[in-house]
């Protein structure tokens, strides 16, 4: 006798039943482990969709505000180099200027001079950082940089001492020149007239905009 061991066409269905089914899971399992989320969020949850959701959220918020603290962080590390670097260059140029001005010859005057326009392209240079797409002291203005160029700064100044007849009144066209509705203010500060954007690291805590290029202090 022969036992015949051909499926039937119950097998057959069940068989194709169970195929179709584990491929639909394996395309669900697929999909989760892509997006990273459960695809029957109810049965993940146990019922408990509200709370799922809110600390869903919460790490959402988290996220944003590990990124916002990190610009905000890059933001002021990079101010801080930059004023660094400009106190440094005054540091080491003012006494030598003062020493200069007080016994120094034309050999002396003309070296001082060289070294004036190095450690005003240091300062000008240091003021016109930017991080990413922003110029950190051009307060909301982000299409150029805070400043002119040094040797435009370098001209206004000539210009505005040209006719002094003394030391005292050189000093005081230069201070005219500095001060509100002057050349620099006019002619060189190229930034906004608000204050940039306060540095956010969370939601309800942020530190103070930084200080533009035309702060007085």
């Known amino acids: 006798m022969q036992f015949s061991l051909t499926p039937d066409a119950i097998f057959n269905t069940r068989q194709a039943r169970q195929n179709a089914n584990l491929r639909a899971r394996l395309e669900t399992v697929g999909q989760e482990v892509i997006t990273g989320r459960r695809a029957d969020v109810l049965q993940a949850t146990n019922g408990q969709v509200g709370d799922a959701f809110l600390l869903e ?126 050349g620099f203010e006019t002619d060189i500060y190229q930034g906004s007239v608000e204050d940039g954007p306060r540095l956010h690291v969370t939601d309800t805590d942020s530190f103070s905009p930084l200080p533009k290029a035309d702060a007085q202090d």
């Open 57 to 182: 959220k919460a790490g959402q918020d988290i996220t944003r505000q590990r990124s916002t603290a990190s610009l905000a962080t890059a933001r002021l590390d990079a101010a801080s180099g930059s004023i660094s670097a400009l106190r440094e260059t005054l540091v080491g140029f003012t006494p030598n200027a003062r020493v200069t001005f007080a016994t120094g010859g034309d050999n002396e005057f003309a070296l001082m001079a060289l070294e004036a326009e190095d450690a005003l392209s240091g300062v000008m240079n240091a003021l016109g950082r930017r991080h990413g797409n922003r110029h950190l002291f051009g307060g909301t203005q982000t299409t150029g940089g805070p400043l002119a160029p040094s040797d435009a700064l370098q001209t206004g100044v000539n210009a505005a001492i040209s006719g002094a007849a003394s030391g005292a009144d050189a000093i005081s066209a230069i201070n005219d020149y500095f001060g509100a509705g002057g």
